[in-house]
T-cell receptor
Framework: TQLLEQSPQFLSIQEGENLTVYCNSSSVFSSLQWYRQEPGEGPVLLVTVVTGGEVKKLKRLTFQFGDARKDSSLHITAAQPGDTGLYLCAGAKVGSGNTGKLIFGQGTTLQVKP | ETGVTQSPTHLIKTRGQQVTLRCSSQSGHNTVSWYQQALGQGPQFIFQYYREEENGRGNFPPRFSGLQFPNYSSELNVNALELDDSALYLC?????????????FGPGTRLTVL
């Protein structure tokens, strides 16, 4: 069962365009992280959000955590070819026995063409 | 500060063989988690080690086992390899269990089972 659904799965855009990636679940998460992964490499942590409604900005990237802590979005303004990669959201679940397990979405492959 | 390192980077095995993958955690981190990432998918949690004890396990059979050493480095062992075990194996370290669950990933070991 995929607890985190990412959309879209694939996105191919021109340099300068804006885009939004969504990460949705019916479950509540205590925190949610966004990663970017290059082919053949490990995921690199971009941001962690922990509070419902929280918005964080990282240069041209804006991350939002839903009020109910069940969903998140990543918005990129004026995309550049260097933004190309696989974007992954990962949530840590609330409740007893929290082992620090991260539940990942299936990822969004972004291609930004010059 | 040294990041997470993994060895080897690539490995080719045949069905039925055994494999050991190694991970050194980031300086100051006492928790190590292992993930399996199939091609085109998000990482799947295998298990986590905290202070040398297993602290949670995902939906993987017992032939996947691990260890954590006093210096917090870790090993992942897989016995009786199957073709479906071919994947990128990722190690992630974190400062502690719980909290925001920020995990920092190594570059991964690409395992191919023939």
């Amino acid at each position: 069962t995929q607890l985190l659904e990412q959309s879209p799965q694939f996105l191919s855009i021109q340099e300068g365009e804006n885009l939004t990636v969504y990460c949705n679940s019916s479950s509540v998460f205590s925190s949610l992280q966004w990663y970017r992964q290059e082919p053949g490499e490990g995921p690199v942590l971009l941001v962690t959000v922990v509070t419902g409604g929280e918005v964080k900005k990282l240069k041209r990237l804006t991350f939002q955590f839903g009020d109910a802590r069940k969903d998140s979005s990543l918005h990129i303004t004026a995309a550049q070819p260097g933004d190309t990669g696989l974007y992954l959201c990962a949530g840590a679940k609330v409740g007893s026995g929290n082992t620090g397990k991260l539940i990942f979405g299936q990822g969004t492959t972004l291609q930004v063409k010059p | 500060e040294t990041g997470v390192t993994q060895s080897p980077t690539h490995l080719i095995k045949t069905r039925g063989q055994q494999v050991t993958l190694r991970c050194s955690s980031q300086s100051g981190h006492n928790t190590v988690s292992w993930y399996q990432q199939a091609l085109g998918q998000g990482p799947q949690f295998i298990f986590q080690y905290y202070r040398e004890e297993e602290n949670g396990r995902g939906n993987f059979p017992p032939r996947f086992s691990g260890l954590q050493f006093p210096n917090y480095s870790s090993e992942l062992n897989v016995n009786a390899l199957e073709l479906d075990d071919s994947a990128l194996y990722l190690c992630a370290s974190s400062l502690d269990v719980g909290g925001t669950n920020e995990q920092f990933f190594g570059p991964g070991t690409r395992l191919t089972v023939l």
